[in-house]
């Protein structure tokens, strides 16, 4: 999963949003043009979207490249993360954003988490990274994580993240 430039991140999530291929809600047409600011354009009728549109990183300034960064970090991650890890990793400038991001990463992550679960073995039981928040700072919550469904779990958090009602914050 090498993400190293904002045209994978755009190229991975028009491969979740649409999984059957790409096409415009206009004219159906499936071929485009990636334009700057995260936004598609239809070749055939020229409508624009912006792709983080109603998602979680809608109104976040920050490339995709430094969300997914982040995502991968904490589902890969086998200590506990905290807002001032985020900062200092991510290299984010003040700690409330950490802070922010934080929050908004554990809505994102948790339930994709929560999901695999079901289906996953006793024994594969390991750390999951984040804690829990509101006024649970301190107790970690322990989920079963399996390494090699890192790929399948990041899918999950890209799909729910483009879902996501910013009411939730
Ligand atoms: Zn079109």
């Not at 047409?29 to 995260?38: D, F, G, M, T, V």
């Not at 905290?82 to 290299?91: E, F, H, P, V, W």
Request: proline letters at 4%; charged letters at 25%.
């Amino acid at each position: 999963m090498p993400f190293t430039s904002e045209e994978d991140c755009i190229r991975y999530i028009i491969d979740v949003r649409w999984p059957d291929g790409y096409f415009c809600d206009n004219c159906k047409n499936s071929e485009y043009w990636i334009l700057s600011r995260k936004r598609l354009k239809c070749k055939k009728c020229g409508t624009i979207i912006t792709l983080t549109s109603n998602t979680a990183f809608e109104q976040s300034n920050k490339s995709l490249v430094l969300w997914f960064h982040a995502i991968r970090l904490i589902i890969t991650s086998d200590k506990s993360i905290n807002a001032s890890d985020l900062q200092k990793t991510l290299g984010l400038g003040s700690y409330k954003t950490a802070l922010t991001w934080y929050h908004k990463l554990t809505s994102l992550i948790i339930p994709p988490v929560i999901e695999r679960l079901n289906g996953a073995e006793e024994t594969d039981e390991i750390f999951f990274p984040l804690k829990e928040k509101e006024g649970n700072e301190h107790s970690q919550v322990n989920y079963i994580k399996i390494p090699e469904n890192y790929d399948s779990i990041f899918r999950q958090v890209i799909k729910h993240a483009l879902n996501y009602n910013q009411k939730q914050i």
